[in-house]
Structure formats: structure tokens, C-alpha cells
């Protein structure tokens, strides 16, 4: 009895596995170059999700390069402030005497409010001379909003 090897059924397998692969590559000839929906729409759901994790992040990043900006500047103001008065023996009436007497270049933007609107501080009357204005003794930001740490901007 001989056996059979089965090189018929072999031969048919093939036969059938070359039929499909010759009509998937006409399939695939004729099918026009792109991308599916599917691979869209995870392209997009993936862009989604990064883009809801950096926002957050970007947005506090430029309040907190604001608040930098605002402890700079008011630190800037009374150095300003405090060498006008140990250099004229008086606080400034303004702001702008600061700018003319060469203490500061030009008066700051609040970074917070946007303007150049500084909340002033009076500095105590000299009972020495009842007649002449205190001048300046500190300069807050005017804007009443809350900084990342949830103290008033205007109480820095």
C-alpha cells in the first residue's frame, strides 16, 4: 500500500493562496493611496489628549513668568524708591520723578493689569515739615486678582 504525501492537497492549497494574493494586489492597485477613519480619528483623539494635558500647563507657565515679572518690578520700584530717599533725604512726590532723576528709565508696566496704572503708597508726614507732601514710600500692583499661591496682587 502506498502512501499518499498529500502533494495534491499541497498543490490546490497553493493554487488557492496565489489566487488570493493576486486579487489582493489588484485590490490593492486600484484602491487610491490615503489614510481610513479609523486612523484619522486616532490621529485626532491622540492630539486631543496632548493638547488637553499642555494647556493647563502653558497657561500657568505664562502666570507664572507674569507674577516673575510683577516681584521684578516691584522689587526695582523700591530699590528706586529707597535710594531716591537716602540719596534727596525725602521720598519722591511721584513716579514720574523717579524716571527724571535718573533712578528709573521709564515707569513699568503692571505685567497683571497690563498698564502702567501702580497702586501707591503714601509715605508718613514729616512732623519736621507739616507743609511739604510725604511723597512715596511703596508701590503694589492695582490689580485686586489672586496670584497662583492665592495672595491679592496688590497686597505683594
Known amino acids: 500500500m502506498a502512501r499518499s504525501t498529500g502533494t495534491g492537497r499541497n498543490v490546490l492549497r497553493n493554487a488557492g493562496m496565489e489566487h488570493s494574493r493576486a486579487a489582493l494586489r489588484r485590490a490593492h492597485a486600484q484602491a487610491p493611496p490615503g489614510f481610513t477613519l479609523i486612523e484619522l480619528m486616532m490621529v485626532a483623539f491622540v492630539i486631543s489628549v496632548l493638547a488637553a ?68 503708597v503714601p509715605a508718613e508726614p514729616d512732623p519736621d515739615q507739616p507743609g511739604e507732601a510725604p511723597g512715596i514710600y511703596d508701590v503694589k500692583s492695582a490689580s485686586p486678582a489672586l496670584s497662583l499661591a492665592g495672595a491679592p496682587y496688590n497686597e505683594w
Do not use: C, H, M
Not at 75 to 97: H, M, N, T, V, W
Not at 103 to 113: A, E, G, H, M
Open 53 to 120: 494635558i499642555a494647556l493647563p500647563q502653558y497657561k500657568n507657565a505664562i502666570i507664572n513668568a507674569r507674577e516673575a515679572t510683577l516681584k521684578e518690578n516691584l522689587f526695582r520700584f523700591r530699590d528706586s524708591i529707597d535710594q531716591y530717599q537716602a540719596d534727596k533725604g525725602r521720598y519722591p512726590a511721584s513716579l514720574e520723578a523717579l524716571v527724571e532723576e535718573g533712578y528709573l528709565r521709564k515707569i513699568p508696566v503692571d505685567p497683571i493689569t497690563g498698564a502702567p496704572d501702580w497702586q501707591l
